[in-house]
Structures are given as C-alpha cells and as structure tokens.
C-alpha cells in the first residue's frame, strides 16, 4: 500500500533553515511528480511547491520562492523540502503529496503523508 | 495566478440533507479541478478529480459538476461521516491553488 511519512519538524527560530523529508513506498516514486502542502494552525490548505517525477523541474508558490527549495533522491525514494530564512507566517503543518497520474498534475493528488508541524518561533 | 473563491464557507446542514458547496475560480481553468475532504487533525483526502471524476472508493452520494469558471460539489444525502471541510484545488497551472474550506457542520 503507498505510504508517505514526513519527518524533520520541529520548533526553529525566525531566519533559521529546517529540512523536511518525505518516505515514500509502495508506488514508483520516480514515476510520479511529488508536492508539498502547508496547513497553518487553523486555517486552510496552501500549495507549497512541486518537483517532477525525475527532478529536473519545480515550482513554486509565490511567499516560498527563493527561500525553499524541493528535490528528491530516487534512489531512496525520498522527497525533500529545504527551508531557509524561515519566517513566523511558515509555521504550518507540513504535508507531502503524491499526483495522481503520472503525466502530470491534472487530476489532484492521491495520497498525502500524516504531516510534521514546522513551528518557527524565537 | 488562478484565484478560487469557494462559498459558502460553514454551512449546518441535518443529516439526510442535500449539500451544494460552490468554487468560481478567476479564470477559466478548463476541468482541472479537484475536491478534497479534512477531518479534523487528518491529511486530505481526494473525492473528485478532472471536475466530476470520482475517485476509487469514494461514495457515490459525492458528485462534482462545472467546467470554466464554476463548478460544484454535491452530497446527496448527508450522512454522519460528512461532516467535515471541503476544499477544492485548481490544477490547471502553477502555482496551484486551494479555496479557502467550506466546513459542513451538524445542525
């Protein structure tokens, strides 16, 4: 069965780095494009960013860029999230995602891990 | 960017009832829509992809409808486990973008 199971949360202080990983088993990792998605305590989902199913392209949500970066290694069919310069607005439960299909990102996202709570506060 | 608007955001509804949650986004994004259900302290869970597309496994008292700027999500008939949030997503471009909830409350 797929499985997706972040780590690396925690508390952190504004303008330090933090990153998450995602483990993922059960499906093909490297034929599948990978999300993150951000839940602030109380409030709705945000995008966070993407990376295609072999890592050569990403994307990002506005607030995030330049300050995250995604990737992944499939050889350990693991995701990553690299935060920097992490702000107060970043706290947020954390969730990887899986696409649905693997020639894009058209019809959602089928699978979601459990999340890890980023909290940055000094 | 797509902005979604989704309405109404709290709805109270009985059980057995006929619910309606409505999502414009700003622009036309085709069918690439997706609906999605939050239990409290849970991850999203996919009901309804490609606008009216129903997942595996999912009830079929969920059904979504629209294409362009204006689709629907539809629960037939209300049942206990229902009573949750719902968000939809546009998938047409990056960055994608999720509505801001519509949570389904007991009345």
């Known amino acids: 069965q797929v499985q997706l199971v972040e780590s690396g949360g925690g508390v952190v202080q504004p303008g330090r780095s933090l990153r998450l990983s995602c483990a993922a088993s059960g499906f093909i990792f490297s034929s599948y494009g990978m999300h993150w998605v951000r839940q602030a305590p109380g409030k709705g989902l945000e995008w966070v960013a993407v990376?295609?199913?072999?890592?050569?392209?990403?994307y990002y949500e506005d607030s995030v860029k330049g300050r995250i970066t995604i990737s992944r290694d499939n050889s350990k069919n693991t995701l990553y999230l690299q935060m920097s310069s992490l702000r107060a607005e970043d706290t947020a439960v954390y969730y990887c995602?899986?696409?649905?299909?693997?020639?894009?990102?058209?019809?959602?996202?089928?699978?979601w891990g459990q999340g890890t709570l980023v909290t940055v506060s000094s | 960017d797509f902005q979604l608007t989704q309405s109404p955001s709290f709805l109270s509804a009985s059980v057995g009832d006929r619910v309606t949650v409505t999502c414009r986004p700003s622009q036309d994004i085709s069918s690439y829509l997706a609906w999605y259900q939050q239990m409290p302290g849970k991850a999203p869970k996919l009901l309804i992809y490609a606008a009216s597309t129903l997942q595996s496994g999912v009830p079929s008292r969920f059904s979504g409808s629209g294409s362009g700027t204006e689709f629907t999500l539809t629960i037939s008939s209300l049942q206990p486990e229902d009573f949750a949030t719902y968000y939809c997503q546009q998938l047409h471009s990056y960055p994608s973008t999720f509505g801001q909830g519509t949570k389904v409350e007991i009345k």
């Open positions: 990376i295609s199913y072999d890592g050569s392209n990403q």
């Open positions: 995602a899986k696409q649905l299909s693997p020639s894009g990102s058209y019809y959602g996202f089928d699978f």
